[in-house]
């Protein structure tokens, strides 16, 4: 399974080796790697390097390092968290505006949309009316249930994204509704009944499309939606500007 270590990169090939062990399934979640003294018998490495590489796969994820007599080293649980947070903190050092941010919900939500529509099942289709079912209850009882709307309307991108059946585009859009839009809807997005009707409008607008395998309809519809939620942000953007 394992080799020795090359000499002229020692820390990255042990980091190499047992990383891929781990992607290509020969250790599964949860299961115990070799032991410390073992790993370093088997890739011929001291002590030190064994640690240093164990500290790099933990910052990667890939494992959990636990203390003690019971303690060792375990594969974790892959998930995309991680991976989510670390591009969601790049994308926000790059100081993308709105404007970008909108730019690119637009390319990227009018391709996912018009792929939903050209997949959708009739489990699929169900599955989104529900959404919009709750989406337009939290709207019917008015801005008390503002942040229970957005949750829904949230809902309803992802689960046509995961209809879409790409897991980048999903990741994608997890990342960006999570660590960049939501911030900007809270600090921008006006809080009134006229941009719950419209987006609720908008949302059943594009679920028709998706059910119906109306792939045009259903990327022109979510490319406008997101054209309508940003309008309504620029504008406030620009109002605090100018107070500011």
């Not at 891929?20 to 032991?35: C, M, R, V, W, Y």
């Not at 390097?49 to 494992?63: C, D, F, I, N, P």
């Not at 060792?72 to 993308?96: A, C, H, K, P, T």
Request: overall charge neutral.
């Amino acid at each position: 399974m394992f080799l020795k270590a090359q000499s002229s990169r020692v820390f990255e090939n042990v980091v190499h080796q047992i990383e891929d062990a781990i992607l290509n399934g020969e250790f599964g979640p949860g299961e115990k790697l070799p032991s410390e003294k073992e790993l370093m018998s088997i890739l011929d490495v001291s002590r030190g390097t064994l640690r240093e590489s164990m500290r790099a796969l933990e910052q990667k994820g890939l494992v959990e390092i636990k203390p003690g007599a019971k303690g060792g080293i375990y594969v974790r649980e892959l998930n995309s968290d991680q991976m989510i947070q670390s591009l969601g903190i790049f994308i926000r050092s790059q100081r993308v505006t709105l404007s970008e941010l909108s730019q690119f919900r637009e390319d990227l939500e009018g391709l996912i949309t018009a792929r939903a529509a050209e997949s959708c099942g009739t489990q699929d289709a169900k599955g989104l009316k529900e959404l919009l079912r709750q989406a337009l209850t939290m709207k019917e009882r008015g801005l008390s249930h503002w942040p229970q709307f957005m949750q829904a309307d949230q809902s309803i991108h992802m689960a046509i994204a995961k209809i879409a059946a790409n897991p980048l585009h999903y990741f994608f859009m997890e990342t960006v509704h999570s660590f960049f839009n939501a911030p900007n809807v809270r600090a921008y997005l006006p809080r009134n009944g006229e941009v719950m009707d419209r987006t609720y409008d908008s949302l059943a607008a594009i679920i028709n499309a998706v059910e119906t395998g109306d792939r045009q309809g259903a990327q022109a519809q979510a490319k406008e939606h997101v054209r309508i939620f940003f309008s309504y942000m620029a504008r406030a953007a620009q109002a605090a500007r100018v107070v500011g």
